[in-house]
């Protein structure tokens, strides 16, 4: 009884409606409004309302009731109760919610989200000691008095250890006092000397005056190191670079730097040097920085040179004394002398580089006999530098790294091949010959050797999650795994299933299955992953049905090849043409299934005028011929050839395209169309929505979001909702159409594609790569920062990525490049100077280039309105066309558009093209659309979508030429 009188309430129940309990447990249920109803038909016993308000029951007594009064009839008398005395009652209390989902209300301003912290996991250069593996002794007391140049004294601190001294007044003074002192002391006697000379010669010699002028440099330098340092507060600089504090003795800090000055010269910067040369500092966990360029001596050479013409023969002496001592160890292999003793040979130098005359003997190696994983940097020329003493020296350390080899001291000949002989490959090898794998590995990855064989080194070393990071961070799993093979079968299997793994966590189901694929063994298991695939449809779906069909696939998926085949529409844009060159070179399984697929294939290359064009015509020609050969022979003998069908464009060169001509329903505030032929849709708060072509709702994920970020593949998204700085990140699989939460950051920008895994970001630091796989935000790879400042969106494609940085020069004026990166491994192919950049009227391109818009000014000459699009890195001439108050370009990879009004002046008109050009190749026309929302376009797979937020998107092909798709956003099914 209970259940079915709170059904009645329920369903009657209103705003405003009360119900409350009787004293004898019945339930007094009044209603919002008053109701005529019959009394034989009343869900219960009808209460009635009086003239001045009460309620009554039928054969209740009481015409004087009052508002808020209640006369009940009950055993032939009346009883009369307050109605507010009486317990009220909730009827959804009595509500059943199992089976129910509960949506809790949240707030229409959105709520700012904590951001996560980044952890860093970026890859560290290894830093391998082989000297201190060989567990060689000190250095003898005989071949460190040889080598040193200067004797150190061990109870003596070095000079940047010592307690700076309180200055004294006039300590500048004094300063420049003993600065003229030794000068007048050693020119004397050197103006005697030439003079003297000049007077016996009747002439002055070329060495007296090479002596004066290389005197009179030093004088120069000297009086204006003292003046500096009277600016400064320090007196001249030591050769290790630390300051003498003002008020110290000025007398030995002077003589110590000139001493030091005439033994290794004085340095300065080369040109450039305070530029940045990005990429190989990331790896050590920083970000990626300048790589300063070798600083040279200034003066040095000139009097090493001069001293070799007038003690030429003393130097050259000391030199083969040094010479003969060491090859002698060698001989005698004492090794342990000899390897300490011995100078580095270097195999080369860079273009640019140049080298200088010094007199020093080679400093003695006090480390440990261990390759070093970072390569050195040029050195001086000596008298041991020329051909004869470099061949001698060369094989001297091979028969020393041959020997020590046979000995089994492996890190020691492993040092002679990688720091004597800078032949680090080949160091690698013998480590690797031994079962150093580690060091082999670490020395690879440090001397910046071949991505493919740091990858096996690290694999084979039982690495394996860094060996996958590495592979991935530089694109190499295919080359690696080729060259595994020949080494280790097993371990190259290995290796193409955990490649195969990380294809699959990342979202490229296909790519998974095409890394299996050539090992025989491995292929049931790409069953899963290519059947995943095919769900994804479009030119994806055609290539995985070729190998499920390989794999013996039952009727549906053959009967699916031959709707694919037999399906109308653009080639490329149904697979069609990539089904028919997929067959040609995977046959299926089943003879008479290959049969039929053949004969269907063929047909629809004649159809099609053959396979799309994305192959070289001999190529196209070959594969139809095989699809021939297997084809029915009637049907085969009765085809004509394919003939290609020439591209149409419009007599001005750009095709015109115009979009919806009413708003839609909902908001646009990112879209891609999808490979399939679906278009993503990201409405903000109302979430996203995956429509078909002609705007019908597929699926909706209630995930707020206005950005999207897809794979290279197409098997995944990340979906962005921003909140200033602060983004909400989202997975989305679209494969199977599963939302997973990932992680909430702070960035300034973010990219519009990754590759599956990296998700490039910026912050205040620079660039910083995310891994999009891990739990949490975790930066992989940095780039800038330091005093390199991003300055604009970063442009990113499958092959490589361009922005605008913003660093300074050396005199503190501001300098504008435009860098371009190579993906995946991030190595910088480019730095370009920008003149009069404007951040608001140019898009930085992939590929390295960038757009800039050249607007008509506001106060200019009223005939000349046009707009100038034209490539600031490029050497054609600028494109002139006429827009009516344009904007700002936009761009996605190395695509582009420029939103202006339409002549009507009620629309936009987007002026779109692509590449190294500067010419449009589209229009696309958004009718009625307010120019103050700008448009947006994305360049995914084949296609360039464009969208209004007006809720209208319209999607050509790559080129412009074709119409994909044209729909309103209404969120109807």
């Known amino acids: 009884m209970r259940d079915e009188a709170t059904a009645r309430v329920l369903e009657l129940w209103t705003v405003g ?9 019945r339930w007094l249920f009044t209603l919002a409004a008053p109701v005529e109803v019959r009394a034989d038909r009343a869900p219960g016993l009808p209460v009635l309302r009086t003239a001045a308000g009460g ?35 909730d009827p959804a209390e009595r509500l059943d919610l199992t089976g129910l989902t509960v949506h809790r209300p949240r707030p229409l301003g959105p709520a700012v989200p904590e951001a996560a912290p980044v952890a860093e996991a970026l890859p560290e250069r290894p830093h391998p000691d082989l000297r201190a593996a060989a567990r060689i002794a000190p250095p003898s007391e005989r071949a460190r008095r040889l080598t040193a140049e200067r004797p150190e004294r061990p109870d003596r601190r070095p000079r940047s250890a010592r307690q700076p001294r309180q200055p004294r007044r006039g300590g500048h003074r004094r300063a420049r006092v003993v600065a003229a002192i030794p000068v007048i002391i050693l020119l004397l006697p050197l103006l005697w000397v030439v003079l003297t000379s000049a007077a016996s010669a009747q002439r002055l010699p070329s060495w007296g005056l090479g002596l004066l002028v290389a005197f009179a440099v030093v004088c120069v330098r000297s009086w204006r190191a003292a003046r500096a340092a009277e600016v400064a507060g320090t007196v001249p600089a030591a050769a290790d670079g630390a300051s003498a504090p003002v008020g110290a003795r000025p007398g030995r800090p002077l003589f110590a730097s000139l001493r ?53 023969g003393l130097v050259r002496g000391r030199q083969a004394r040094y010479l003969r001592e060491l090859t002698r160890a060698f001989e005698q292999h004492q090794f342990e002398d000899a390897l300490r003793d011995a100078i580095r040979l270097s195999g080369g130098r860079a273009a640019g580089e140049e080298s200088w005359l010094t007199l020093g003997l080679p400093r003695r190696h006090a480390g440990e006999l261990r390759a070093t994983p970072r390569a050195h940097g040029p050195g001086g020329t000596s008298v041991l530098s020329g051909p004869d003493v470099h061949q001698h020296l060369a094989a001297l350390y091979r028969g020393a790294a041959e020997q020590l080899e046979r000995s089994g001291r492996i890190d020691e000949a492993a040092y002679v091949l990688a720091d004597l002989l800078d032949a680090p490959a080949e160091a690698v090898g013998l480590l690797a010959r031994h079962g150093r794998l580690t060091a082999a590995a670490e020395l690879a990855e440090g001397r910046g050797l ?40 097993d371990a190259a299997r290995e290796l193409r299933s955990a490649w195969a793994e990380d294809r699959r966590a990342s979202g490229d189901r296909l790519g998974a299955a095409e890394a299996l694929w050539p090992d025989p063994a491995l292929r049931p298991s790409a069953a899963a992953d290519l059947s995943a ?38 080639p490329a844009h149904t697979g069609r043409s990539v089904l028919a ?7 299926a399984a089943e003879p008479a299934v290959d049969r039929e697929l053949a004969t269907a294939a063929a047909r629809a290359v004649v159809r099609d005028g053959g396979l799309g064009g994305t192959l070289p015509e001999r190529e196209e020609r070959a594969r139809h011929q095989r699809l021939l050969g297997r084809a029915d022979p009637l049907v085969a003998a009765d085809l004509a050839k394919p003939r290609r069908r020439p591209a149409t464009r419009g007599a001005s060169g750009a095709v015109g395209h115009t979009a919806a001509d009413r708003p839609g329903t909902l908001p646009v505030l990112d879209a891609a169309l999808l490979v399939s032929g679906s278009v993503l849709v990201a409405c903000g708060q109302a979430g996203v929505r995956l429509l078909t072509p002609d705007g019908r709702t597929k699926a909706h994920w209630d995930v707020p979001a206005d950005q999207l970020v897809l794979a290279d593949h197409g098997g995944s998204a990340l979906l962005v909702a921003s909140y200033g700085q602060t983004r909400e990140v989202s997975r989305l699989d679209l494969a199977t159409r599963t939302v997973r939460p990932w992680t909430t950051l702070r960035a300034s920008r973010m990219a519009r594609s990754y590759d599956g895994r990296h998700l490039i970001t910026a912050d205040g630091d620079g660039i910083v790569v995310l891994d999009a796989l891990a739990s949490g935000p975790t930066a992989v790879w940095r780039e800038l920062g330091r005093e390199e400042r991003l300055v604009s969106d970063v442009a990113r494609s499958a092959d490589g990525c361009a922005a605008v940085v913003a660093s300074a020069l050396p005199d503190g004026s501001p300098l504008l490049e435009l860098w371009h990166w190579e993906l995946p491994g991030w190595q910088l192919r480019s730095r370009q100077r920008l003149e009069g950049y404007q951040p608001l009227q140019s898009v930085p391109l992939a590929a390295g280039g960038l757009l800039a818009a050249e607007l008509p000014e506001a106060d200019g000459p009223s005939d000349d309105d046009s707009t100038v699009l034209r490539l600031v890195t490029g050497t054609g001439p600028g494109h002139r066309l006429a827009a009516a108050e344009p904007s700002g370009p936009i761009g996605d990879g190395d695509h582009w558009a420029l939103p202006a009004l ?26 009625g659309a307010d120019l103050r929302h700008a448009p947006g376009l994305r360049q995914h797979a084949d296609a360039v979508t464009y969208w209004h937020r007006s809720g209208r998107i319209l999607a050509t092909s790559t080129d412009g030429t074709t119409l994909r798709a044209s729909l309103r956003v209404t969120g109807t099914r």
């Open 17 to 25: 409606a009360d119900l409350r309990r009787l004293p004898d447990g």
């Open 55 to 89: 309620s009554v029951t039928l054969g209740a007594d009481a015409p004087d009731l009052t508002a808020g009064q209640l006369a009940l009839a009950a055993g032939g008398s009346t009883t009369t109760l307050a109605v507010a005395a009486l317990a009220p009652l």
């Open 260 to 312: 030091a000055w005439l033994r290794s010269g004085w340095v300065l910067p080369a040109a450039g040097s305070a530029q940045a040369a990005s990429g190989a500092t990331a790896a050590d966990g920083a970000s990626a920085a300048a790589r300063a360029k070798p600083r040279r001596p200034l003066f040095a050479p000139l009097l090493a040179r001069l001293t070799m013409r007038t003690a030429g």
């Open 450 to 489: 071949a991505a493919d064989l740091v990858v096996r080194l690290w694999w084979r070393a039982g690495e394996r999650t860094r060996a996958v990071r590495t592979a991935h961070r530089t694109g190499v799993f295919a080359r690696a795994v080729e060259l595994l093979s020949a080494e280790d079968p």
């Open 533 to 570: 695939a095919v769900a994804l449809g479009g030119p994806t779906r055609s290539r995985a049905l070729p190998y499920l069909l390989a794999l013996g696939a039952g009727d549906a998926t053959r009967a699916l090849a031959l709707a694919v085949l037999d399906s109308t529409g653009d």
């Open 581 to 587: 060159a997929g067959l040609a070179q995977l046959p």
């Open 902 to 927: 339409d002549a009507a002046g009620t629309g936009i008109l987007l002026h779109a093209g692509s590449g190294p050009s500067a010419v449009p190749a589209a229009t696309v026309h958004f009718p």
